[in-house]
Nanobody
Framework: EVQLVESGGGLVQAGGSLKLSCAASGFITGDYTIAWFRQAPGKEREGVSCISGEDGSTYYADAVKGRFTISRDNTKDTMYLQMNDLKPEDTGVYYC??????????WGQGTQVTVSS
């Protein structure tokens, strides 16, 4: 089955760091653009970062540029989001996805990130 499972969230103080993981199964992740999204309480889900399956180029939302780094390890079929200098406004449920996985399964459970001030 095509599946993406997020992990690595937790509770941290402002200025701290977390590294999220997105483990894939059922497909070769290196062939696809994969992305991180987040949803804060009471707000719409928003895109955070993505990395191209074609050439590894990356995109970051303005709010996280310079603080977050997206990467992938195709040998492990895992994508990562290194989050540094976390701020309270980064709080939310973080999800990973690809266009194809979204069409087949929608959204997964996500992983909760809570940043206290």
């Amino acid at each position: 089955e095509v599946q993406l499972v997020e992990s690595g969230g937790g509770l941290v103080q402002a200025g701290g760091s977390l590294k999220l993981s997105c483990a894939a199964s059922g497909f070769i992740t290196g062939d696809y653009t994969i992305a991180w999204f987040r949803q804060a309480p009471g707000k719409e889900r928003e895109g955070v970062s993505c990395i191209s399956g074609e050439d590894g180029s990356t995109y970051y939302a303005d709010a996280v540029k310079g603080r977050f780094t997206i990467s992938r390890d195709n040998t492990k079929d895992t994508m990562y989001l290194q989050m540094n200098d976390l701020k309270p406004e980064d709080t939310g449920v973080y999800y990973c996805n690809t266009a194809s996985t979204f069409l087949q399964r929608g959204w997964g459970q996500g992983t909760q990130v809570t940043v206290s001030s």
